[in-house]
């Protein structure tokens, strides 16, 4: 059995923008889990989730002269493209509107849920003071940036009016500012 090989991030993008095949592999078995995990949070049909998984890792593949190492990780530019696109899949199929995603109780960031699939990605401790906000903050949060909901979405789904989702909105993350900044 041969050794197995690691790149460092800087080798991994190198490699990838010179259209290194091996160095595709390596992405693949490496991070297809976590950005999995990703998108199944978004996407409850796992058949859909694999396809926009395989998607996914053709815009990686077809985009990664694009990654600029200046505005963050490689393993952060991928995940966003990940929640992206498991996002865009929802709105184009119109899942949002028939109501085919779940937006019952279990809170993305709850600490107890886990996948299989996923991977301990909540280094700065975003997710437990997201949970010291009162529920109507959390529920908020998790809509608009786990779920991708507009507010205008949030305001229609939880009925509440669009100013009231706007202010909690508003005050939700200046608490979570004063709370990180602490």
């Known amino acids: 059995m041969p050794p197995a090989i690691s790149y460092s991030e800087d080798e991994l993008v190198y490699l990838l923008q010179q259209r290194n095949q091996e160095a595709f592999n390596y992405l693949y078995q490496n991070y297809s889990a976590v950005l999995f995990g990703v998108i199944a949070r978004v996407i409850s049909d796992q058949q859909i989730a694999q396809d926009v998984l395989q998607e996914v890792f053709v815009k990686i593949w077809t985009h990664i002269d694009s990654y600029d190492a200046g505005k963050g990780r ?15 899949k929802l709105r184009s199929k119109g899942e949002i509107m028939k109501g085919k995603i779940h937006t019952g109780e279990d809170h993305v960031y709850n600490l107890q849920q886990s996948l299989k699939t996923e991977q301990h990605t909540d280094a700065i401790g975003l997710k437990k003071l997201i949970a010291e906000l009162k529920p109507e903050y959390q529920r908020i949060i998790e809509l608009s940036y786990f779920k991708g909901f507009t507010l205008d979405e949030i305001s229609k789904m939880l009925e509440v009016p669009l100013g009231t989702v706007k202010t909690r909105m508003r005050h939700a993350i200046q608490l979570l500012r004063e709370k990180f900044s602490r």
């Open 74 to 88: 490689v393993y952060t530019w991928m995940i966003n493209i990940a929640r992206n696109a498991a996002i865009d």
